[in-house]
């Protein structure tokens, strides 16, 4: 059976550099633990249901808004404050990349469409240069949205490392 050619997207990369092991970004990306621990932007939090880490399995998982000013933004926009997700995995090499098909299936007024994600992860001495590209979203405000979503996960993570190296 033949797959189905998706369509290209413009790709967004974003790029940061941590100070840690490639086992503890490795982990924070891979486990139920450690994605509850920072996925989600300013304001929102996730709950793991189900983690397949293999090719063809899945992320499940609930975004919770817990923040009252993204309650009120959901809300005029028409969205709940929690939602179910769900991502694909596509490619799995440990400790170096991450590939998956993240479900866009929110967004009011928009058919679900997948987003095409691609995790790389460098040792560079005792740091981790991590790049992170997706396909823009369907209009360039969802696709900046994405990108301001993702800074902020960023500066999650990151808090959430040099919390580890302090305790």
Request: glycine share 8%.
């Amino acid at each position: 059976m033949s797959k189905e050619r998706r369509p290209e997207r413009k790709r967004v990369t974003m790029e940061r550099t941590f100070r840690a092991t490639l086992a503890e970004v490795w982990e924070l990306w891979t486990t139920k633990d450690g994605i509850e621990s920072w996925w989600g932007p300013d304001g929102f939090h996730v709950v793991v249901q189900r983690l397949e880490l293999r090719p063809g399995g899945v992320l499940e998982y609930t975004m919770n808004a817990s923040g009252e000013e993204q309650v009120a933004a959901l809300k005029k926009m028409g969205m709940p404050a929690s939602h179910p997700a769900r991502l694909t995995f596509q490619e799995i090499v440990p400790e170096k990349r991450l590939a998956y098909l993240h479900a866009a299936d929110f967004i009011p007024g928009v058919e679900p469409y997948d987003v095409a994600y691609l995790v790389e992860l460098f040792a560079q001495g005792d740091e981790v240069r991590m790049v992170v590209s997706f396909e823009a979203m369907h209009d360039e405000r969802w696709t900046g949205m994405a990108q301001a979503g993702w800074e902020q996960e960023f500066g999650k993570l990151q808090r959430l490392l040099e919390s580890r190296r302090q305790g």
